[in-house]
C-alpha cells in the first residue's frame, strides 16, 4: 500500500507505532475459478488491496486500488467479509506497524489482461485453490474462493 500524504501526515506524529488503518481487499475470480494475486515487490503475495483514504467509502477504494495495483476496472459484487484483530496487524520493513480491518469485496472485471499501474506490484498472477501461495494476511480459504454465500465476519 503507498503511503498517501495523510497516513505521512499521522507518521510524523506516531512514529512506527501501530496505526489502525480501514483497509480493502478485492477477491477476482476469472473463468476458471482462478484468483488474481499480486507479487509485491517485497516477494510476499496479496490479494489487490489497500487503505481506505479520507472521504472515500470503501467501494471507492476497491475500485481505486484494483484499478493502480492491476490495470483492471473493477466492479464490486458483495461483500465476503470483513477481518481484523491480532492475525491482521503487519510490519513493514521500515518498521511501521499497523492494524488492518479489511473489508474483503468480491469483485468482477471485464478483463482479465492486467497491467499493474504502481511501483509496489512485481507481477500479476492467477492462482486456482490448490496451487494458491501462502498470502501475507490470512484469509479464509473460503472467502478467497467466494464459497461463502453468508458472508463472513471475525468473531470474538
Not at 506524529?13 to 499480486?38: D, F, H
Amino acid at each position: 500500500m503507498s503511503a498517501s500524504k495523510y497516513l505521512k501526515h499521522l507518521r510524523e506524529k506516531v512514529g512506527i507505532l501501530p496505526l489502525m488503518i480501514p483497509a480493502v481487499a478485492a477477491v477476482i475470480l476469472n473463468e476458471r475459478n482462478e484468483l488474481l494475486l499480486q507479487r509485491k515487490t517485497d516477494g510476499s503475495w496479496s490479494l489487490p488491496a489497500g487503505m481506505i483514504e479520507p472521504k472515500e467509502s470503501p467501494a471507492q477504494a476497491i475500485v481505486r486500488e484494483v484499478y493502480e495495483e492491476t490495470g483492471l476496472t473493477a466492479h464490486v459484487e458483495r461483500i465476503l467479509g470483513v477481518f481484523g484483530g491480532e492475525d491482521y496487524s503487519f510490519t513493514y520493513p521500515n518498521g511501521d506497524q499497523v492494524d488492518y480491518t479489511i473489508v474483503l469485496f468480491k469483485c468482477r472485471v471485464e478483463d482479465e489482461n492486467t497491467a499493474p499501474r504502481d511501483r509496489e506490484t512485481e507481477s500479476l498472477e492467477w492462482f486456482s485453490k490448490t496451487s494458491l501461495p501462502e498470502l501475507a494476511l490470512p484469509y479464509p480459504l473460503a472467502c478467497l474462493f467466494a464459497e461463502n454465500t453468508d458472508g463472513y465476519f471475525d468473531k470474538t
